[in-house]
Nanobody
């Protein structure tokens, strides 16, 4: 079973920055994403990186402030989420998730999930 391990969450003031990291135990991912879930709210897709072509997706709520990246796209097992200009509404548990096939990607089916890391933005 593929394991994803996130790190980098914490407490930051409004306008600050944080960088989240996610490492997968396999290099067979097709795409990797960051989701977040705030208390009482549904889980939201924040950013996605598809290795083939380097396509990136950002939700409207984070576009221009967050960046998903990787040090080595060939390995396909590590992604970062650079979060700048953080707002209190960015407070949530952030989850890393991975898709392992083109078929699952077309269906939006994530095969692996991390344990989550808390991000808290104080006003």
């Amino acid at each position: 079973q593929v394991q994803l391990v996130e790190s980098g969450g914490g407490l930051v003031q409004t306008g600050g920055s944080l960088r989240l990291s996610c490492a997968a135990s396999t290099s067979s991912t097709f795409a990797m994403s960051w989701f977040r879930q705030a208390p009482g709210k549904e889980r939201e897709l924040v950013a996605r990186l598809r290795w083939s072509g380097g396509d990136r997706f950002y939700s409207d709520s984070v576009k221009g402030r967050f960046t998903i990246s990787s040090d080595n796209a060939k390995l396909r097992n590590t992604v970062y989420l650079q979060m700048n200009s953080l707002k209190p509404e960015d407070t949530a548990v952030y989850y890393c998730a991975a898709i392992h096939s083109a078929y699952a990607y077309r269906r939006g089916e994530y095969d692996s999930w991390g344990q989550g890391t808390q991000v808290t933005v104080s006003s």
